[in-house]
């Protein structure tokens, strides 16, 4: 049907939560349907992910996207113009097909994944159906457990903490509601612990809403999550879970992780996190090696991957081949679903699909560098995966993907069920 059919593509300069340019795109079709989206970026970026294309040269230091938006103007319009939004596999391929290269280094990951994201959404237009159905069909009813950000470390902070993410994560909870308003309460009795214990400094935020104290130790800012869990209530029902981002304090020269003023081994490192698990309510840990170090990320998911959600973030960047060698190893039980890190959405949905398969669970996430689109929302529902990171419950660009499954729970109304502690397939 010509209606579907893509009639113009248009793309913009836009900016970004770090105040950095990124690509909004809208796609509009015969019969008068639209959809865009606006492209995240990520500060500790896995080095596989797909390019993102900047301009360089002088201006905003190099990070202007007018390039990327010519792209997407140019070859990439023409090379959808006239296919069928509902063709999403086919769209996406094409794209890829044209740009040629391993990492879409030609036309750019950003510029691509803006028109396969515009691409799903003018679908769901036109057929009337929000984006999670559309992705999800009848099945999606399920509201992600959201896994927040509350104090932020290493490169997404200017504090001393190597461990970039200490999240919390509300999990015994019978809504989605309950549970996000429960990680609202302990963000709150944190903030006022942070003040207390620390000054008026500490609750300077980071650069995914959560706060960056001026802590160096990752056991201090451990224990004040738990006092500040305890202190309202929620012990045994609010978890904690972490990010390393272990590529972030990686010495590669001498191949020690530097934490917590300490200058660790692979071994030690993972003495480190067994030993920490005994002692903190840890439910899942990301990245808790250097991107390339599968052996030590195997040996830790022998040890505590039973208990333990271990994912890989920077180690699969949402990459099929880079997952099936995890897979293979056994390294993690879970993978990070970041749509920008591969470039178009059915990569994405296909990396999701090989996880599930293999007995990985999948978490949607968000980048550093947000927008105030709420797309990886629907994609969660969508993919009925169970879990989402947003960042905290806090600043535009994160609570707009929070306030957006708020809002599909209510739509869903009695269909509406709490991913809750199965979403981790651990005991
Ligand atoms: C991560 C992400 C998102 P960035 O490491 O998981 O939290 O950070 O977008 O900077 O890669
Ligand atoms: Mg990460």
Known sequence: ?????????????????????????????????????????????????????????????GRGVLT????????????????????????DEAMVRADGTKNKSRFGGNAILSVSMATARAAAAGLGEPLYRYLGGVGAREIPVPFMNVINGGVHAGNELAIQEFMIVPLRFNTFREALFAGVEVYRE???????????????LGDEGGFAPPIGRSEEALEILVGAIEEVGFSGKVKLALDAAASGFFDEEDGKYLVDGRSMSPGEMEDFYLDLVERYPIVSIEDPFHEEDFESFSSLTKKIGGRVQLVGDDFFTTNVERLKKGIKMRAGNALLLKINQIGTLSESL???????????????????????????????????????????????????????????????????????ESALGID
């Open 190 to 204: 944190l903030k006022s612990l942070l003040i207390g214990k620390y000054g008026r400094s500490a609750k300077n």
């Open 68 to 91: 990327a938006v010519a792209n997407v103007e140019g070859p990439l319009a023409e090379v959808v113009r006239g296919r069928d939004v509902r063709r999403q596999w086919e769209i």
């Open 350 to 420: 296909h990396c999701a699909e090989v996880a599930l398969r293999a007995g990985y669970s999948v978490m949607v996430s968000h980048r550093s560098g947000e927008t105030t689109d709420p797309a990886i929302a629907d994609l969660a529902v969508g993919l009925r995966c169970g879990q989402i990171k947003a960042g905290a419950p806090a600043r535009g660009e994160r609570v707009s993907k929070y306030n957006r499954l708020l809002e599909i729970e209510e739509e869903l109304g009695s269909e509406a069920v709490f991913a809750g």
């Open 1 to 61: 049907m010509a209606a579907f059919s893509i009639s113009e593509v248009r793309a913009m300069e836009i900016l970004d939560s770090r105040g950095e340019p990124t690509i909004m795109t809208r796609i509009s079709t015969e019969g008068g349907f639209s959809g865009s989206f606006s492209v995240p970026a990520g500060a500790s970026r896995g080095r596989s992910e797909a390019f993102e294309l900047r301009d360089g040269g002088k201006r905003l230091g």
